[in-house]
């Protein structure tokens, strides 16, 4: 999508390496934002999600954290990574124009 | 919580054959749902989505789906499917909780076209 920026694309950590991805969107203001993940073979979980500057809810027990510290920017990210943590993380949007935007992806292997 | 499942985790079909891939939710309210396509490495394209109304949805690519509220279901069907539409293919519905939107995903259907 042109209105979600992720990057990178791809990525290839060691275990126990840390880890920053990054996510930048366009349009309206105060979107909320997503992380989402897809491990190989499986579908996507929903990860953290985020309202609001600073306001970030966790959705499943992990080894990532998220922050949001401007309105159009989420951030994901690990301190020491693991093998578990590789995978496919989409970034995404919802505002009341354009509902559900998600981003093109990064996938990252941890090796 | 709500959930979505999708039955079929790979269907082949042979090009220019009908398609139609399965979608359960559940929801407490009239719930809000969608179809989305994923190909190889890329990220997720809306086909479709059901908010309120006509209960059969028209998409792009010649996609449509139908929400059957007796059934909890919504299923995605193509008359005849093209090389091209060989991807991943996920069905979600829009939970509201605490004030907050989410998008919850089925696991997918992985889509092969045989020549």
């Known amino acids: 999508s042109q209105t979600i920026h992720q990057w990178p694309a791809t990525l290839v950590q060691p275990v126990g390496s840390p880890l920053s991805l990054e996510c930048t969107v366009e349009?309206?203001?105060?979107?909320?934002l997503y992380w989402y993940r897809q491990a190989a073979g499986r579908g996507l979980q929903l990860l953290f999600y985020?309202?609001?500057?600073?306001?970030i809810s966790s959705e499943v027990p992990q080894n990532l954290s998220a922050s949001r510290p401007q309105d159009r920017q989420f951030i994901l990210s690990s301190k020491k990574l693991l093998l578990s943590d590789s995978g496919f993380y989409l970034c995404?949007?919802?505002?009341?124009?354009?509902?559900?935007?998600f981003g093109s992806g990064t996938r990252l292997t941890v090796v | 919580a709500q959930s979505v499942t999708q039955p079929d985790i790979h269907i082949t079909v042979s090009e220019g054959a009908s398609l139609e891939l399965r979608c359960n939710y559940s929801?407490?309210?009239?719930?809000?749902l969608f179809w989305y396509v994923q190909s190889p490495g890329q990220g997720l394209q809306l086909l479709l989505k059901?908010?309120?109304?006509?209960?059969l949805v028209q998409g792009i690519k010649g996609f449509e789906a139908e929400f059957k509220r007796s059934q909890s279901s919504f299923n995605l069907r193509k008359p005849s499917v093209h090389w091209s539409d060989a991807a991943e293919y996920f069905c979600?519905?829009?939970?509201?909780?605490?004030?907050?939107?989410?998008?919850?995903f089925g696991a997918g259907t992985r889509l092969a076209v045989h020549p």
């Open positions: 995404a949007k919802r505002d009341r124009t354009e509902g559900y935007t």
């Open positions: 979600a519905v829009g939970e509201v909780r605490g004030g907050y939107n989410k998008l919850i």
């Open positions: 059901y908010f309120s109304g006509d209960t």
């Open positions: 349009g309206t203001s105060n979107p909320n």
């Open positions: 929801y407490g309210a009239t719930p809000y």
């Open positions: 985020s309202v609001g500057i600073g306001q």
